[in-house]
Every structure is written in C-alpha cells, then in structure tokens.
C-alpha cells in the first residue's frame, strides 16, 4: 500500500485485517495475510524544501520551478534515508513521458540543469553551515 501519511497506512493495514477477520467468520475460512511495512513514507524536510526551492529558482528561473506539485505515490529509497537525515525529493523535469514509462527517452540536455541546482543547492547549505560554526 502506498499513501503520503504513515498514519493513513496503518489505519488501511488496520481495515485489511478487519476485512479479513470478518471474511473468516462470513465464509468459515481461515486467511493468513502479512501486511509487511518494505519503505517509509517519503516526507520532504520544509527547510530543505525552501533550499532546493531557492536553488532551483536561481538556477532556472521562479517561471520554471513548481511549488507543491502533487504528491506522488512512488516507492523510492530515498525516504530510509530522510528518516534518519532531513531531506527534499524534487524532480528536475523534462518533456514527454516520466521514468519507468516504456516510451521514457532521457534527455542529456537536463543533465547540466540538474548539475548546477545541485551545485548551487551545496553552495547554499555549506555556506549556512560554516557561518554557524565561524559565530561559535
């Protein structure tokens, strides 16, 4: 099952088991089911969101940078990770259709974009990172 809130997941694992059970019961059944947990919801850090939002909008332009774009429902490593860091998934567009579609052509135009929101994105932090510590 995949939702935008761990809390909506448990309460739909919750459910599937009360459906279950009462399956059992109407049908004289017994039903084993494992509602096994594989990844996290993925949940963007806001202060890292304003970051790569700020980036972005240097690199590209505030016309061509999408603020609280839809959530998606994708599965992606990446949220173990900003379980225990703070983080922000975006995405650094192109045309046509997304990955995984089996029409997708990457477009290596998008490679120098993507290099240089990330490069200003780590100007950005370290520079926020050595001011603290220059202060201390």
Do not use: W
Not at 71 to 88: K, R, T, Y
Not at 115 to 130: N, V
């Amino acid at each position: 099952m995949r939702t935008t809130s761990s809390t909506v997941r448990d309460h739909l694992a919750d459910l599937l088991q009360d459906a279950v059970r009462a399956t059992e019961l109407l049908f004289g059944v017994l039903i084993e089911i494992d509602v096994e947990k594989v990844a996290p919801v993925t949940l963007n850090d806001p202060t890292c969101v304003s970051a790569a939002v700020s980036s972005a909008t240097r690199v590209v332009g505030v016309e061509r940078v999408v603020e609280n774009a839809r959530n998606l429902m994708a599965s992606e490593d990446f949220s173990e990770l900003s379980s225990i860091v703070p983080g922000a998934y975006f995405f650094i567009g192109q045309g046509g259709y997304a990955p995984h579609h089996p029409e997708f052509v990457f477009d290596p135009d998008i490679i120098p974009v993507g290099a240089a929101i990330f490069a200003d994105l780590a100007k950005l932090r370290t520079s926020k990172t050595l001011n603290a510590h220059q202060l201390s």
